[in-house]
């Protein structure tokens, strides 16, 4: 049975999935749209609860979880992003506390603290996962990384990564007792370029908000460090600042 009516239980539950952020983080589920989001969801074994796939649009098999089939219109409604691929996946989250991480001798962790857009968080994710960052660690969060716009942005990147989610203080405890060599993008008289930080030995990058940079919290707890540049501007974008950054790392490794 295909499911027409906007007034379905279902499409008024997934609906309220995608647009409000508590009832989502309370039902412990969140939504993904999209054939290669599902697959590398599924790659990296989330858990997935139920399927709303549109037979007109979708091209893909069709997954062996639950089916719901919905109308060209209930799709359209329930979609989130401008183009689709007729399927959307529900799935469970996963928690992973920042003490369960393992970090190599060699590790480079990228910490954004208090990142506000879920687009930009989505944009460093998928930066991290094309360079080879081993984890990301968002500090004092205002979003989080199951947020729609995440996933959608990532790319479904979000999947294969190592995510955590904790306070500044378990964060620096964590740097500390990991001997992470920590650098904070702070600009002042000890600023030195990141190209002559050593990105070989175990490192943590950190990254404030665009519009106020880091916290007080960190100033005095890292080695300031930040990217040359000539032009007249004294800033980037984040997610392009974290971009160079994480490519910066790669390279090091590969020399």
């Known amino acids: 049975m295909i499911i027409e009516s906007f007034q379905n239980e279902k499409i008024k539950h997934i609906t309220k999935l995608l647009t409000d952020n508590r009832f989502r983080k309370k039902s412990g589920v969140f939504v993904v749209e999209g054939q290669q989001e599902n697959e590398r969801a599924q790659k990296y074994h989330f858990e997935a609860v139920e399927f709303y796939i549109c037979e007109n649009i979708f ?3 069709n997954p062996k979880e639950k089916i719901h089939l919905v109308s060209d219109k209930v799709y359209e409604k329930i979609a989130y992003r401008g183009s689709s691929e007729g399927i959307i996946g ?4 996963k928690e992973a506390h920042l003490s369960s991480f393992k970090p190599k001798e060699n590790s480079t962790v990228i910490i954004v603290e208090g990142v506000e857009k879920p687009g930009n968080l989505g944009a460093i994710l998928r930066s991290c996962e094309a360079f080879g960052i081993d984890a990301l660690i968002v500090a004092d ?6 947020n729609p716009n ?5 790319v479904g990147c979000l999947f294969g990564m190592e995510v955590f989610q904790a306070e500044n203080s378990e964060v620096f405890e964590f740097l500390q007792k990991n001997s992470f060599n920590i650098y904070t993008t702070i600009m002042d008289e000890t600023s030195k370029d990141m190209f002559v930080r050593d990105f070989t030995k175990r490192s943590a990058v950190l990254f404030g908000t665009e519009h106020s940079g880091l916290s007080d919290f960190w100033y005095g707890k890292g080695q300031n460090t930040l990217i040359p540049m000539t032009g007249s501007i004294d800033s980037l974008n984040l997610s392009n600042a974290v971009a160079i950054t994480c490519y910066e790392a790669l390279r090091q490794k590969k020399s």
């Open 150 to 154: 995440v996933i959608r942005s990532s």
């Open 141 to 146: 969060g205002k979003t989080d990384f199951y």
């Open 90 to 93: 529900v799935y469970k989250t």
């Open 59 to 61: 091209k893909g098999s």
